[in-house]
């Protein structure tokens, strides 16, 4: 059955600097487009109109686009996890947004709606400043219009956040931070391992990809490791974390830990995307509230340098370390080379899956705070 067009005639309104943008009818044959994953939160509903002509796009904005030249990606992600094979001429539903990924590439939003890049699979649309020499450009889109509700007030997806902010008193669940040296330094795969022992203890856990480019594997990962509740920084409104401010992250981080301890968990992972030397990550971990926040920290590497140098860094900023994993662990020289010159254990995929594993952390957790509960009383 066709939804009504609520507007059923195009209008010229002024914008603030004297041009002329349109609003158009949607074209509502949702079934026609690919909708991708950062788009998820937002009810189809509430689409209603397009916005064409001199605007400039804002980052989480919905825009509708056409796909005119196949490049690096040539699948989308939608809202649903299936990467859906793209072909020219698809019209396809995504945000705008900026990226910082070294592997891929490094885009910003553009200044105006002309032709663009997918920059993500996950469904960004952006202008590529650079790129991995490694991989193929990106792939080309045309925007048709920015997607609006019935009043022509553009949909972001800040406006349509899923996390549970009610004020809650318990405070006392332990957050461990996941950090690494770099992107695909095994973050993601050390907090499945954690979340397999975690449970096989029989503990309630949530996890949380705090910071990164808007894609559903991480997520899935955790999903399919058994994790119980799991979230990212999309359920909070943003459809990348990439030049968001250090306030605002900090924001991203209290509200996401809050959702998760509603949820009633035993202990909490939090997973910071890309290095530690990155932008937003640095800012992140630099934070006197997250460090506040923060119980302990599994960091991964891709090699021995980056490993030892990851530990002293945190442990300078404060932060409990009490493992180096990810990829760096299954390189035997590399371990040993790590083990003569920090105190932290080097922790591999079945180390950190093992039954016992999640007791040990829970462990450590209580003895910190029997710890802190004693120095308080002798003061």
């Known amino acids: 059955m066709k939804r009504k067009n609520i507007l059923t005639k195009i209008k010229l309104v002024p914008s603030k600097n004297n041009t002329d943008i349109e609003i158009c009818p949607y074209p509502f044959n949702q079934t026609h487009y ?49 990467r859906a094979r793209m072909f020219v001429n698809d019209e396809i539903i995504v945000c705008y947004g900026n990226r910082y990924a070294p592997d891929q590439f490094e885009a910003e939003v553009p200044e ?111 999903i399919d490791a058994d994790v119980n509740y799991a979230i990212d920084f999309t359920d909070a409104g943003f459809v990348s974390t990439y030049k968001v401010k250090v306030d605002k992250l900090v924001d991203v981080f209290q509200a996401m830990t809050l959702h998760l301890r509603n949820k009633n968990v035993d202990i909490i992972l939090v997973e910071i995307a890309d290095g530690i030397l990155q932008q937003e990550t640095k800012m992140l971990l630099n934070s006197r509230i997250v460090k506040q926040l923060t119980t302990s920290v599994v960091y991964s590497a891709g090699d021995s340098t980056s490993s030892i140098y990851g530990y002293q860094w945190l442990k300078k900023k404060g932060y409990d370390v009490i493992a180096v994993s990810g990829v760096v662990s299954s390189i035997p020289l590399a371990r040993k080379e790590i083990e003569k010159n920090i105190i932290p254990p080097v922790l591999d995929k079945n180390d950190l899956s093992k039954v016992g594993f999640g007791h040990s952390i829970m462990e450590r957790y209580k003895l910190s705070n029997n710890s802190i509960t004693k120095d308080k009383h002798s003061d």
């Open 34 to 82: 690919k909708r991708a994953f950062t788009t998820r939160n937002v009810n189809d509903e509430i689409m209603e109109t397009l916005i064409t002509g001199d605007i400039k796009p804002k980052a989480g904005d919905l825009v509708l686009c056409k796909v005119t030249r196949l490049r690096q990606h040539c699948r989308i992600e939608l809202a649903n996890g299936r």
């Open 112 to 222: 105006d709606i002309s032709a663009c890049h997918l920059v993500a699979g996950g469904g960004i649309a952006a202008k590529m400043l650079s790129k991995n020499p490694k991989i193929k450009p990106a792939t080309e889109i045309m925007p048709i219009g920015l997607i609006a509700n019935a009043n022509g007030k553009v949909i972001n997806v800040k406006d349509y956040t899923k996390l549970d902010l009610q004020k809650n008193n318990q405070n006392n669940v332990p957050i461990v931070l996941v950090a690494g040296s770099s992107m695909n330094a095994g973050k993601t795969t050390t907090v499945a391992k954690i979340i397999k022992s975690l449970r096989a203890d029989g503990y309630t856990v949530g996890a949380a990809k705090v910071t990164g480019t808007g894609s559903g594997g991480d997520l899935w990962h955790f």
